[in-house]
């Protein structure tokens, strides 16, 4: 009684196998023609001509250009990192300590989301570069709540 049985997952499993001796048969015959030198297409590199069109370049011929790095802003509002914060160091404490270089736009200390309290670090943004030039030059290395401060301008994300 046939019921249109295809042979189902025995034969699917078998017709893998079989593909995969095959495969493997493949691989090892081409190897076997690597070790001779052969390339298994039948075509040898060596045998492979450039077409006249293609002069030949040297290495130091070659030129690798890098793209400029975008330039620092020189008008408008620069935010700076301020790095080794206490955990006691709150966002008024940090607008204090800064306020003395220049006019300041934002002062924000980053919570850790689970417990509340400072991660350690902060962000400042002056009105102007001159500012945050002069606040790096000031803090940077500078102490407060009896830990030293690392400060340097924002990177971009």
Not at 66 to 82: D, I, M, N, Q, Y
Request: aromatic share 6%; net charge positive; hydrophobic share 30%.
């Amino acid at each position: 009684m046939n019921r249109g049985y295809s042979g189902g997952k025995r034969q699917r499993e078998a017709e893998r196998d079989r593909r995969k001796k095959e495969k493997e048969e493949r691989l090892r015959h081409n190897r076997e023609l690597r070790a001779q030198g052969i390339e298994p297409s039948g075509v040898h590199p060596s045998d492979l001509e450039l077409p006249e069109s293609q002069p030949e370049v040297k290495l130091e011929d070659v030129v690798i250009a890098v793209a400029p790095r975008p330039r620092r802003s020189t008008s408008g509002p620069t935010k700076l990192f301020v790095g080794g914060l206490s955990w006691d160091t709150t966002t008024d404490d940090l607008r204090t300590a800064f306020s003395r270089f220049g006019n300041i736009v934002d002062v924000a200390v980053i919570p850790d989301r689970a417990t509340g309290r400072s991660r350690g670090f902060g962000f400042v943004t002056f009105e102007s570069p001159e500012q945050a030039d002069e606040a790096v030059k000031g803090m940077n290395g500078a102490e407060l709540d009896g830990r030293t401060l690392k400060v340097n301008r924002a990177e971009a994300r």
